[in-house]
């Protein structure tokens, strides 16, 4: 309440109260999201069973989500878009299938790793649930950034490596295609024609109401500002009554509608230290290279915002800043100030250097502060028969 009525009268004459709320809180859990990732993007066997454990839990939701949708409930064909069923309300079928290709991808690159046999056979079986369902929202922007990702995938390993994960796909994409049109669904009785033809779904009138918002306000260069925008752009949208014009749809367009081109300029640097770190660290962890290809394939033609985890499709966080992070934390060549690491507050390290350097039990102030009394050098002793 306290940082309400901060905020609401610092902010509240300019940005509307909702808005200040939602970035504030969104920017926190940003940074928070961050500094995990940071502090843990050292630790390769806990990213892969992160990866693998998450992998296992999507595939389990929409594995359920199949049958929920197709089989349990009522007025429901196969065919139809598919959502994750396990969000309340259900997920947009869009921000279900991005999140299912980015599981599915990083499976396809911890499979490799697997410890046995019964081990691969479950993350393959997983693999192909989440290929499938991502396929099965018959959403375009999950389709294309699997396809780039895969390409990319393809070309990091090799075709003695890589092909049989790019076959798969194939596979799947083709039986797709192929069995959509028998399916009871009106819906997909051309997957590809209906793919296609559902033209742009408005997005190019959000991008055109964007643009005139930032051009007739002479904002080309600063934007419109992060907060309190979208009463700015939304005039100048044609009627929606479908409800799907809440946000600009992707994060370029957002970005350069908010920051201008201070904001493509510093986005666009962004995206190349982590694309170079990436390509750095790709022999060693391919992961990375790949799902940041997919995450930004995936936000060009959707998402809201890269400064906040509190948006409408709340999924460029998983998208982005995950295998940012990871990829930035992994390149060694990162300069570090000594006794400083920067974004993290690694006390267990601080400690067990602490530890090691003293060589002494730690005091409970040590524990504390992270900070420990160095010992005096002593020069070696001499023996007077030496």
């Known amino acids: 309440m306290t ?3 901060f905020l609401g009268a ?17 920017l926190a859990l940003l940074i928070l999201l961050c500094l995990l990732l940071w502090e843990v993007g050292d630790d390769v066997g806990l990213l892969r069973r992160i990866g693998r454990t998450s992998g296992l839990i999507c595939a389990s939701a929409a594995m359920g989500s199949v049958v929920i949708y197709y089989v349990v409930l009522d007025g429901h064909l196969p065919g139809e878009r598919l959502a994750n069923a396990f ?12 999140i299912f ?14 410890a046995n046999r019964r081990e691969g056979v479950l993350l393959w079986s997983a693999v192909i649930v989440l290929t499938s369902a991502a396929f099965l929202t018959g959403s375009r922007g999950p389709m294309l950034a699997m396809l780039v990702a895969h390409l990319v995938l393809l070309l990091v390993r090799g075709w003695r490596r890589g092909g049989v994960t790019f076959a798969i796909f194939a596979a799947i994409a083709t039986s797709y295609l192929l069995a959509a049109p028998h399916f009871p669904s009106a819906e997909l009785e051309s997957p590809m024609q209906t793919v296609l033809g559902r033209a742009d779904n408005g997005r190019f009138q959000i ?15 600063v934007g419109l ?7 700015m752009w939304t005039p ?32 666009a640097l962004l995206f190349f230290f982590v694309a170079r770190a990436a390509l750095r660290v790709c022999h060693s962890d391919p992961a990375l290279l790949v799902l940041f290809a997919y995450g ?30 990871l990829a930035l934390r992994a390149d060694e060549s990162l300069v570090e100030l000594r006794g400083f690491e920067p974004l993290t507050f690694s006390l267990r390290k601080t400690i067990l250097h602490a530890r090691h350097k003293a060589k002494r039990p730690l005091t409970s102030r040590s524990i504390a502060t992270g900070v420990t009394m160095r010992q005096p050098c002593r020069a070696p002793m001499v023996h007077e028969g030496a």
Request: glycine share 14%; hydrophobic share 50%; net charge negative.
């Open 10 to 26: 610092a902010f509240g004459e300019v940005f509307p109260m909702a808005e200040v709320v939602r970035g504030v809180f969104g």
């Open 236 to 267: 100048h949208l044609p009627p929606d009554p479908s409800g799907l014009m809440h946000h600009l749809h992707s994060v370029i367009v957002a970005t350069a509608t908010s920051g201008g081109l201070i904001g493509l300029g510093l986005a």
């Open 87 to 98: 969000v309340h309300g259900g997920q947009n079928p869009v921000c279900a299938g991005l």
């Open 207 to 221: 991008y055109e109401a964007g643009w005139k918002a930032v051009s007739e306000r002479d904002a080309i260069v």
């Open 3 to 5: 940082a309400r009525s």
């Open 225 to 231: 500002g992060e907060w309190g925008s979208r009463a």
């Open 296 to 325: 930004a394939m995936g936000l060009s033609v959707d998402g809201q915002t890269l400064t906040s985890l509190a948006s409408l499709p709340r999924f460029e966080g998983l998208l982005f800043w995950v295998p940012a992070f």
């Open 101 to 114: 290709g980015f599981h599915a991808l990083w499976l396809c690159v911890l499979v490799e790793d697997s």
